[in-house]
């Protein structure tokens, strides 16, 4: 099955720096990869996510980034501002555009983003 | 108001007690999930249904069963046979059809459960 790693763990930043989440999975049939933010005592919500004939996609302040080659996936979020500190998680998984799928989470990075 | 509801917030479990945890969503989506978040382990499946009356074990599925006799309802029972239940249950939902590609999951708000 598939296995995500994610990297680091916690990441501490200066307001106005940026950040950088690092994924690696294991599984070369993944094609879809979303990510997750949880904000302390909520729930967690979709920011972003990109597909395998992508390489990158941005929105506003957030982008992610895909090598597939190295079966590895990023997110980078630039100007940080304090509404940013919450945890965030990569996920990814087979999907072929119907039926059924099976996200595996990695275990998350906590964001504090420092005033 | 749509959206995915779980209850209770907070739920205690005596050693021995089977309980069961609620999750409800009027947002007409065939699939729901069940997720357990620990501490530093991020969101690991337990169970899942594609479709009413139709489910499968996820990643960690022992010591847990579930039943989806509806649409909108996919609740989670923690049997006496699960020795670590305490975690933060996360359930989900997401639309499915033959051909859209609705990737995104909805979650509830959590369900934290706690051993006396």
């Known amino acids: 099955g598939e296995n995500v790693e994610q990297h680091p763990s916690t990441l501490s930043v200066q307001e106005g720096d940026s950040a950088v989440i690092k994924c690696t999975y294991s599984d070369s049939a993944s094609n879809y990869f979303p990510w997750y933010k949880q904000e302390l005592g909520k729930r967690p919500q979709l920011i972003i996510d990109?597909?395998?004939?992508?390489g990158e996609k941005k929105d506003q302040r957030i982008a992610v980034t895909l090598n597939k080659t190295a079966k590895h996936f990023s997110l980078h979020i630039t100007e940080t501002q304090p509404e940013d500190s919450a945890v965030y998680f990569c996920?990814?998984?087979?999907?072929?555009?119907?039926?059924?799928?099976?996200?595996?989470f990695g275990k998350g990075t906590k964001l504090s983003v420092i005033p | 108001d749509g959206g995915i509801t779980q209850s209770p917030k907070y739920l205690f479990r005596k050693e021995g007690q089977n309980v069961t945890l609620s999750c409800e969503q009027n947002l007409n989506h065939d699939a729901m999930y069940w997720y357990r978040q620990d501490p530093g382990q991020g969101l690991r499946l337990i169970y899942y249904?594609?479709?009413?009356?139709?489910?499968q074990k996820g990643d960690i599925a022992e010591g847990y069963s579930v039943s989806r006799e509806k649409k909108e309802s996919f609740p989670l029972t923690v049997t006496s046979a699960q020795k670590n239940p305490t975690a933060f249950y996360l359930c989900?939902?997401?639309?499915?059809?033959?051909?859209?590609?609705?990737?995104?999951?909805?979650f509830g708000s959590g369900t934290q459960l706690s051993v006396l």
């Open positions: 249904s594609q479709i009413v009356n139709d489910f």
């Open positions: 989900a939902s997401r639309e499915r059809t033959a051909t859209a590609t609705n990737e995104k999951l909805f």
């Open positions: 996920a990814a998984t087979a999907y072929s555009g119907a039926g059924s799928y099976q996200l595996t």
């Open positions: 990109i597909r395998s004939n992508v």
